[in-house]
C-alpha cells in the first residue's frame, strides 16, 4: 500500500476510535446504568483508547506483535458486541446491522494497524 492509503487509513481508524471512546464516555455518565449496558460502556471505552495507543505505537515502532495484539482485541470485541447483541434478544433485522456496522469499523483498526506496521517493515 501506498504511503498516502495508509495515512487515509490510519485516521478513518482514529475516528472509529474516537468514536468508541465518546460511546464509552457518554454511557458511562448515566446514572442508573444496568449491568449489560455497563459493561458494553466500560468494553468499547477500553477498545477505543487501546487501539489508539497500538495505532500511535505502529507508527513508531516496527513490531509485528501488534497485529496480533490487534487481532486478538478485534475478535474479542466483535464476539463481545455479537454476544450484548444476541442477549438482548433479536427484535427486528436492525440487530443484524448494528453488527455490520460493528465489523466494519473493527475492521478498519485491524487493517490500519496492519497497514502500518507491514509499510515500517518493509522500509
Given at each position: 500500500m501506498s504511503k498516502?492509503?495508509?495515512i487515509l487509513?490510519?485516521?478513518l481508524s482514529f475516528i472509529v476510535?474516537?468514536?468508541y471512546?465518546?460511546?464509552?464516555l457518554m454511557m458511562l455518565q448515566v446514572e442508573?446504568?444496568?449491568t449489560l449496558q455497563f459493561i458494553a460502556a466500560t468494553m468499547a471505552f477500553g477498545y477505543g483508547l487501546i487501539t489508539i495507543y497500538l495505532l500511535s505505537l505502529a507508527w513508531t515502532k516496527t513490531d509485528k506483535s501488534l497485529v496480533q495484539m490487534t487481532k486478538y482485541i478485534v475478535v474479542t470485541m466483535f464476539v463481545a458486541q455479537i454476544v450484548l447483541t444476541l442477549d438482548v434478544g433479536m427484535i427486528s433485522g436492525f440487530e443484524w446491522l448494528g453488527?455490520?456496522?460493528v465489523s466494519l469499523m473493527?475492521?478498519?483498526n485491524w487493517i490500519s494497524i496492519k497497514s502500518v506496521t507491514e509499510y515500517?517493515?518493509?522500509v
Amino acid at each position: 500500500m501506498s504511503k498516502p492509503i495508509i495515512i487515509l487509513w490510519s485516521i478513518l481508524s482514529f475516528i472509529v476510535s474516537g468514536i468508541y471512546v465518546f460511546y464509552g464516555l457518554m454511557m458511562l455518565q448515566v446514572e442508573q446504568l444496568p449491568t449489560l449496558q455497563f459493561i458494553a460502556a466500560t468494553m468499547a471505552f477500553g477498545y477505543g483508547l487501546i487501539t489508539i495507543y497500538l495505532l500511535s505505537l505502529a507508527w513508531t515502532k516496527t513490531d509485528k506483535s501488534l497485529v496480533q495484539m490487534t487481532k486478538y482485541i478485534v475478535v474479542t470485541m466483535f464476539v463481545a458486541q455479537i454476544v450484548l447483541t444476541l442477549d438482548v434478544g433479536m427484535i427486528s433485522g436492525f440487530e443484524w446491522l448494528g453488527i455490520l456496522i460493528v465489523s466494519l469499523m473493527v475492521g478498519i483498526n485491524w487493517i490500519s494497524i496492519k497497514s502500518v506496521t507491514e509499510y515500517h517493515n518493509q522500509v
